[in-house]
Every structure is written in structure tokens, then in C-alpha cells.
């Protein structure tokens, strides 16, 4: 059980605009910034949004991160083939550690 | 280019020990803080500790119970990671990770990890 959550599964077709939800609570998400990693298959993580809407460099504009009390949000809009992938949101918790959501799935159909 | 490359996994027996190694090029290592994160088959990611530049401030995640030490060498541009009363439920993907100066939770370059199986 992931301390924060994420759904399994997203989908959608190319050209659409999917978004993933994280939910946490006062000692993660609310009170530290949201981190957003793609996972390609069989590849290491990558850095898509770090302070919960500021992309690294090489990273398309497509991608956007929000974040709002308790909660934050992943968007992915013109999605592409290359999109699918496990996304993962990540936050600092006060018991100083970091917190992963359990990951969410992308499908482009 | 930065390049993080892990070492060190393979097959150990339960309540065996482990070191794993993390070496970095073209960067500033002693400048940078690092991070442990693992992925058990087919799961999702779980990060497992954080060590400071200099050494000196370390945090771990609640689930190892002290089974677990990161440590660094500067001067060999290096991370390790000490594992022993390993456990079948250690049996993951163990990569090395640098914190970004952005934003030290963000982790930023990430190595291609080492598989560490934990099996009688």
C-alpha cells in the first residue's frame, strides 16, 4: 500500500489530453513540493516535473504538473505513442523520507 | 554527460549481506546528494535512503529497521549502499539517483540499476 495514491490505469488516444491524480495528505503533498517521474518499459526513471509544475530541461511542453492542498495533478496533453509508460508521483514526508504513489499505467490506444 | 553507473547485485541467500556500489562521471560528485531507490519485480518504485554531499546527514526509509547503510566516498566519486539480514521481500532493482539543485527531493539522473535477488 502506497502512502500516496494513484490510480492503476489511464488511457487515452493520441491527440487527447489525459490527466493522473496523486492524493496524500498534510505530511507529504501538503506541506512539500510533488515530483512527477516517467518509467519507460524496461528503462530507468526520468524526471518529468519537479516542484510540482516545473519541467526539466528537454522535457516537452505536453507535460504540466498542478498541485492543490492535499493533492496534485499530471497532465499530458497532444498525447503520443511514445506517452505510454508508468508514471510516478513523488513527495518529501515529514518523517523524513521520500514517498512514492504506487504508479499509474498510461495506455495509448 | 552525467553517468551513474551501479554495481554490486546478484544472487544472496536470506539474511546474507550485499554491497552495492554507484559510480559517477561528469559531474561534481562531492557537490551533489544521492539516493537509493529500489523497484521489486513488476511493482512500482520505493526509495530506500538519501545520504548529504559531504556525508554527514543521512535519512532511510522506515520499512529497513536499520538492516541498511548509504555511505559515499568523494573521493572516489562514489554511493554505497550496505545491505545485510537481507530478506526475500529486498529482492528488487536497485538504483542510484542524484538529487536535483532545483529541488533536492527531485531526483534527477538515474543510474540503469542492479538487480539484487534475495533466494535459498
Known amino acids: 500500500q502506497s502512502v500516496l495514491t494513484q490510480p492503476p490505469s489511464a488511457s487515452g488516444t493520441p491527440g487527447q489530453r489525459v490527466t493522473i491524480s496523486c492524493s496524500g495528505s498534510?505530511?507529504?503533498?501538503?506541506?512539500?513540493?510533488v515530483n512527477w517521474y516517467q518509467q519507460l518499459p524496461g528503462t530507468a526513471p526520468k524526471l518529468l516535473i519537479y516542484s510540482d509544475d516545473q519541467r526539466p530541461s528537454g522535457v516537452p511542453d505536453r507535460f504540466s504538473g498542478s498541485k492543490s492542498g492535499t493533492s496534485a495533478s499530471l497532465a499530458i496533453s497532444g498525447l503520443q505513442s511514445e506517452d505510454e509508460a508508468d508514471y510516478y508521483c513523488a513527495a518529501w514526508s515529514d518523517s523524513q523520507n521520500v514517498v512514492f504513489g504506487g504508479g499509474t499505467k498510461l495506455t495509448v490506444l | 554527460e552525467v553517468q551513474l553507473v551501479e554495481s554490486g547485485g546478484g544472487l544472496v541467500q536470506p539474511g546474507g549481506s550485499l554491497r552495492l556500489s554507484c559510480e559517477a562521471s561528469g559531474f561534481t560528485f562531492s557537490s551533489f546528494e544521492m539516493n537509493w531507490v529500489r523497484q521489486a519485480p513488476g511493482k512500482g518504485l520505493e526509495w530506500v535512503s538519501y545520504i548529504g554531499s559531504s556525508g554527514g546527514t543521512v535519512y532511510y526509509a522506515d520499512s529497513l529497521k536499520g538492516r541498511f547503510t548509504i555511505s559515499r566516498d568523494n573521493a572516489k566519486n562514489s554511493l554505497y549502499l550496505q545491505m545485510n539480514n537481507l530478506r526475500a521481500e529486498d529482492t528488487a532493482v536497485y538504483y542510484c539517483?542524484?538529487?536535483?539543485?532545483?529541488?533536492?527531493?527531485?531526483?534527477?539522473?538515474w543510474g540503469q540499476g542492479t538487480m539484487v535477488t534475495v533466494s535459498s
Open positions: 498534510t505530511s507529504n503533498i501538503g506541506s512539500h513540493t
Open positions: 539517483a542524484t538529487s536535483s539543485p532545483m529541488d533536492s527531493d527531485a531526483l534527477d539522473n
